[in-house]
């Protein structure tokens, strides 16, 4: 069982930026695909990015924007986001899976309980 916690969440004005954090336990952290996934109200949740080892892969909507790394020595995971615009505004979920990343959710078997990002015009 791998324990997924996110943080970082709160309200921000549009062309801030905002680093979102997401730890998980359990052994073998480096051998954890990551993702991000986000949801909106009224809407279903989304790929945001993932990563395995350095490359992350991004959503079209995120890219240039947002950056997605990795820290195995911490568990954890961060989503940096920039030029942050009011369709960001979401709950976005850390989700994990093994071995390789994917955009794909029903991929991933362990997710968190999501964190609020709020961005106002």
């Known amino acids: 069982q791998v324990h997924v916690v996110e943080s970082g969440g709160r309200l921000v004005q549009a062309g801030g930026s905002l680093r979102l954090s997401c730890a998980a336990s359990g052994p073998g952290f480096s051998n954890y695909a990551m993702g991000w996934f986000r949801q909106a109200p009224g809407k279903e949740r989304e790929f945001v990015a993932t990563i395995m080892w350095s490359e992350a892969i991004y959503a079209d909507s995120v890219k240039g924007r947002f950056t997605m790394s990795r820290d195995n020595a911490k568990n954890t995971v961060y989503l940096q986001m920039n030029s942050l615009k009011t369709e960001d505004t979401a709950v976005y979920y850390c989700?994990?899976?093994?071995?390789?990343?994917?955009?794909?959710?029903?991929?991933?078997?362990?997710w968190g309980q999501g964190t609020q990002v709020t961005v106002s015009s």
């Open positions: 989700a994990v899976k093994y071995w390789r990343p994917s955009t794909v959710q029903s991929e991933f078997m362990y």
